[in-house]
């Protein structure tokens, strides 16, 4: 086994404990005197730091939820001044309103050793060439990536999103031995490269891809390995979390959530009471050693189960399973998460349409598409069809500007979309991953 | 005397049996349909119609749920044998019409190009100063 960090990777589970309540006993001290929010929380779930005596006591302290970041928008919830931050990032929100997390030094440090211990576990190193063709910028996995990828010592080619004949030709150039980006983007780079009459497992030196930000499944993992002929590794993170943190090992046998950074506990999302090993429910992270925006028990909301048994490949960190699923509605489409919540506000901000819609999730090839369905207000008809396209056309930028991501506009009768008592059913993911 | 003709414009999205459904509205009304036509686009389809009841018709599928608009359209009359459209196409030429969207029909004693333009007024005006003859909306029938 390839280690970045033996002494962390290569503890007993005992040891790594040990570390993990050191870490937890510190954090909630420094929390319960430092954060007004999580001060409240605990005082209002009536526990105390002096209550948390093992790692078992984590079950008396509160969750926290997405929820709370965008309540506390924009850094209500940041520990420690401005001085301490060196960066921010920012994702998506439910409401049209973002989230913000930031970093200190040392986040943006642990950030980096996290992905080296994760690439390195999957056999990259100093020889690679690693292309980055996750989002730069607000995103978190272009920059994640890449932080972690120098630190590793390989060479990166920062090709971000987008442009995928030039791509293929980096790939080819540069002897690109290692790819990130979706799993969906892995596909649609393998098409492209089929039409371009580029064979990858032959034309290129590309051999491993590091594949996430969005759910996928195993049966994609061996069309695309069939296809392209390289090792496809999940990765796990969320921008809360600090952004993507956590990969498989070269045994792709669950995702090692590196116990000195992160407790994971696996809970029934109905009852909030913990699973065993193997058991499917809602995942739970507490990030151990977070500066700038602690994270306690925070739901994620994603599905999964964990394994804390020891790898084959030889380290006991905890193994979590691909992400089967979301607890509560969010879409993730092309890596970027959509609520209907947010496609709701953006569609109320245009006078001529009406409050009905619907979300189509489809896949076209390899590559989601999102297709909106919305009524239109009848006072608003034109005869003429310009206007509807031109209708149409700013329907869509609207809700780029908001989601980030296009659609595709269905503009419908008033009255034509069904109507449900209670829950409407605004989604539908025709998607089979 | 106004050669302004009240046109019904209805949206309709692509399915199938949209077009059924409005044409058994009207009969159950006893609206007549003059002339008509459908424009489509990506996903959706504007059904224009020239009928018998303008209002009843906007009444009756407005109640159906249906968006419908009204446009005011014009009708120019056209020799129904060669070369009919080729007169009528020199004289909006020549009097500088611009056409939104124009469709035919023929009626008993000639054919009619209905025609939606953006100024109404200026073009009427201009066709009869070209020599176009236009129709009016108890004509149709």
């Known amino acids: 086994m390839t280690c970045w960090d033996p002494r962390t990777e290569d503890m007993s589970k005992a040891e790594l404990q040990a570390i993990q309540y050191k870490h937890l006993k510190t954090l909630v001290y420094k929390l319960y005197s430092f954060s007004r929010f999580y001060h409240d929380r605990m005082k209002e779930a009536n526990v105390h730091p002096d209550d948390i005596r093992s790692l078992e006591d984590i079950v008396k302290l509160p969750f926290m939820y997405k929820k709370d970041l965008r309540d506390n928008y924009p850094d209500k919830m940041f520990m420690g001044g401005q001085e301490e931050l060196v960066r921010y990032h920012v994702s998506s929100g439910t409401t049209g309103k973002p989230t913000v997390v930031g970093y200190t030094q040392n986040d943006l440090n642990n950030w980096a050793t996290s992905v080296a211990r994760a690439l390195t576990s999957i056999g990259l190193g100093r020889k690679d060439i690693i292309q980055i063709s996750y989002g730069y910028g607000l995103f978190t996995g272009g920059l994640g990536l890449h932080y972690g990828a120098e630190r590793i010592g390989a060479t990166v080619v920062p090709a971000s999103v987008g442009n995928t004949e030039r791509q293929i030709e980096l790939i080819q150039d540069l002897k690109v031995t290692a790819i990130c980006c979706t799993p969906s983007y892995m596909l649609h780079l393998a098409e492209t490269s089929e039409r371009m009459g580029v064979d990858i497992s032959r034309d290129t030196m590309l051999r491993t891809a590091v594949l996430g930000a969005e759910p996928w499944s195993e049966g994609m993992r061996e069309r695309i390995q069939e296809f392209t002929g390289v090792n496809a590794y999940d990765i796990y993170g969320t921008s809360e979390l600090s952004g993507p943190l956590f990969t498989e090992c070269i045994e792709q046998n669950g995702i090692h959530i590196w116990g000195d950074m992160a407790y994971v506990e696996v809970l029934d999302p109905e009852t909030g009471e913990q699973l065993g090993p193997g058991e499917r429910g809602e995942l739970v992270v507490t990030m151990l050693q977070k500066e700038a925006l602690p994270m306690i028990r925070y739901r994620i909301g994603d599905l999964t189960s964990y394994d804390d048994s020891t790898c084959a490949c030889g380290r006991s960190h905890t193994r979590i399973s691909r992400i089967t699923g979301r607890v509560d509605d969010m879409l993730i489409i092309r890596g970027i998460n959509v609520f209907p919540s947010q496609v709701e506000h953006a569609l109320l901000a245009v006078p001529e349409l009406g409050e009905h819609f619907q979300i189509e999730v489809n896949r076209k090839g390899s590559l989601d598409t999102m297709l909106v369905r919305v009524e239109m207000n009848p006072t608003a008809f034109s005869d003429k069809i310009d206007d509807l396209m031109s209708l149409k056309r700013r329907v869509s930028r609207v809700l780029h500007s908001m989601l980030n991501i296009s659609a595709e506009i269905e503009l419908v009768g008033p009255g034509t979309l069904a109507r449900s008592e209670g829950k409407a059913q605004r989604v539908i993911d025709r998607r089979s991953i | ?141």
């Open chain 2, 1 to 141: 005397m106004s050669y302004t003709i009240k046109q019904i414009s209805i949206f309709a999205e692509n399915k199938p049996g949209r077009l059924a459904a409005i044409a058994d509205a009207l009969e159950e009304e006893r609206i007549n349909i003059y002339a008509f036509s459908i424009a489509e686009a990506s996903g959706f389809g504007i059904i224009r119609a020239l009928v018998s009841d303008p209002d009843k018709a906007h009444r009756k599928l407005t109640e159906l749920g249906y968006v419908v608009s009204f446009t005011d359209v014009i009708g120019v009359k056209m020799r129904d044998e060669p070369g009919g459209l080729r007169d009528i196409a020199r004289i909006m030429g020549s009097a500088d019409i611009n056409i939104e969207y124009a469709y035919a029909y023929s009626a008993k004693t000639e054919a009619v190009l209905v025609v939606r333009v953006d100024q109404v007024d200026d073009a009427i005006k201009a066709l009869q100063e070209h020599g176009g003859q236009l129709i009016k909306e108890k004509e149709l029938a």
